[in-house]
């Protein structure tokens, strides 16, 4: 196969349909390893300290997918991985959290990496890499695939540049035309700076995203707005007809429904050892439920339980214990 050539392949192809042969959620975005360096005290610039370094399954979109399908939604991920072994390593944990996946392959491109460094209080900074997950083209998008979503979610990773920004407009585009609906993460408010506050509405206005969810500093950040209330209630006017789902870490969450009725979701834990990732299962417990016919803020309550679970934990998606796997799987509706 020559340089750069690309291979789709499906782990669990047609494995997760419902009944009417569409699929319930599907994801497009970034995979890519993370890299976890975590230490007890603060890090010395130009000296030597211990810590606990790892290696862990990550990237916004594929987070979000393994944890919809954890918490009992069937789940497809679409994304891109270099023909090395950190790709053969994407194939096998997506299989293994059966979640559906279309891995777009190519040798032109490492499989994505991401250095996080997770300090003495439990925050995290992150140096992404732009590997194979950057270099997403519109014509190498499983179309047939993506006209039987009956939702797409996309984080914002995947427009802050271009490629895989017109991969992403285009699933979006073409989920739309098969009757589906779109949501949004909007991943980082360092890159959305970066990018133009103005430039980022712009594009990700004309995705058409039903449900928003972003993080306080996001919010604060697109609608110049203080307090989660007046955050909220600006971002509903920027993404008309869209719900807006509030991530306020330690607050708990903040869900502004269609109907225009504000709900504060206090927290019930906020024992941080490492947040990455948190936001990620956010979405991803919040879709498998309003997916389902869960009402919003009930759906906001059991989202906040799954990430408070995820920051008492080492990475984005640590394996659920037997405490955790019971309420995973609780309330899907039939």
Same mark, same amino acid.
């Given at each position: 196969?020559?340089?750069?050539?690309?291979?789709?392949?499906?782990?669990?192809?047609?494995?997760?349909?419902?009944?009417?042969?569409?699929?319930?959620?599907?994801?497009?975005?970034?995979?890519?390893?993370?890299?976890?360096?975590?230490?007890?005290?603060?890090?010395?610039?130009?000296?030597?300290?211990?810590?606990?370094?790892?290696?862990?399954?990550?990237?916004?979109?594929?987070?979000?997918?393994?944890?919809?399908?954890?918490?009992?939604?069937?789940?497809?991920?679409?994304?891109?991985?270099?023909?090395?072994?950190?790709?053969?390593?994407?194939?096998?944990?997506?299989?293994?959290?059966?979640?559906?996946?279309?891995?777009?392959?190519?040798?032109?491109?490492?499989?994505?990496?991401?250095?996080?460094?997770?300090?003495?209080?439990?925050?995290?900074?992150?140096?992404?890499?732009?590997?194979?997950?950057?270099?997403?083209?519109?014509?190498?998008?499983?179309?047939?695939?993506?006209?039987?979503?009956?939702?797409?979610?996309?984080?914002?990773?995947? &427009?802050?540049?271009?490629?895989?920004?017109?991969? #992403?407009? /285009? !699933? $979006?585009? *073409?989920? @739309? %035309?098969? =009757?589906?609906?779109?949501?949004?993460?909007?991943?980082?408010?360092?890159?959305?700076?970066?990018?133009?506050?103005?430039?980022?509405?712009?594009?990700?206005?004309? &995705?058409?995203?039903?449900?928003?969810?972003?993080? #306080?500093? /996001? !919010? $604060?950040? *697109?609608? @110049? %707005?203080? =307090?989660?209330?007046?955050?909220?209630?600006?971002?509903?006017?920027?993404?008309?007809?869209?719900?807006?789902?509030?991530?306020?870490?330690?607050?708990?969450?903040?869900?502004?429904?269609?109907?225009?009725?504000?709900? #504060?979701?206090?927290?019930?834990?906020?024992?941080?050892?490492?947040?990455?990732?948190?936001?990620?299962?956010?979405?991803?417990?919040?879709?498998?439920?309003?997916?389902?016919?869960?009402?919003?803020?009930?759906?906001?309550?059991?989202?906040?339980?799954?990430?408070?679970?995820?920051?008492?934990?080492?990475?984005?998606?640590?394996?659920?214990?037997?405490?955790?796997?019971?309420?995973?799987?609780?309330?899907?509706?039939?």
């Amino acid at each position: 196969m020559p340089v750069g050539a690309t291979q789709p392949i499906h782990t669990r192809a047609g494995s997760t349909v419902d009944a009417d042969g569409k699929r319930p959620l599907v994801m497009v975005g970034d995979y890519a390893w993370d890299v976890m360096i975590r230490t007890n005290t603060a890090l010395y610039t130009g000296g030597d300290t211990f810590g606990e370094v790892q290696l862990a399954p990550g990237g916004s979109a594929a987070n979000a997918a393994v944890w919809a399908a954890r918490c009992g939604l069937p789940t497809t991920f679409v994304g891109k991985v270099g023909r090395d072994r950190f790709g053969s390593l994407a194939e096998d944990e997506l299989r293994a959290e059966h979640v559906e996946a279309y891995l777009i392959q190519t040798e032109a491109h490492l499989t994505g990496s991401v250095a996080v460094w997770i300090d003495h209080t439990g925050q995290r900074s992150m140096v992404s890499g732009k590997g194979a997950d950057h270099a997403l083209f519109p014509q190498e998008l499983p179309r047939p695939l993506l006209a039987t979503a009956k939702h797409l979610h996309l984080s914002a990773w995947a &427009l802050f540049a271009d490629p895989p920004r017109a991969a #992403a407009c /285009e !699933a $979006a585009r *073409l989920v @739309r %035309e098969a =009757g589906g609906t779109v949501s949004l993460d909007p991943g980082s408010f360092q890159m959305i700076e970066a990018m133009g506050v103005d430039a980022f509405l712009e594009v990700s206005r004309e &995705l058409g995203v039903s449900a928003l969810f972003p993080n #306080a500093e /996001e !919010a $604060a950040v *697109l609608s @110049r %707005e203080e =307090g989660p209330a007046a955050m909220a209630e600006r971002l509903a006017t920027l993404y008309p007809g869209a719900l807006i789902a509030l991530k306020l870490d330690a607050d708990g969450a903040y869900v502004l429904g269609t109907d225009g009725t504000g709900t #504060a979701v206090p927290p019930q834990v906020n024992r941080l050892v490492d947040a990455t990732g948190a936001g990620d299962a956010f979405a991803g417990a919040f879709l498998s439920r309003t997916l389902r016919g869960v009402d919003p803020r009930s759906a906001a309550r059991f989202a906040v339980g799954v990430s408070e679970w995820v920051i008492q934990h080492v990475g984005a998606r640590p394996v659920p214990d037997e405490a955790v796997r019971g309420f995973l799987r609780s309330g899907i509706a039939d």
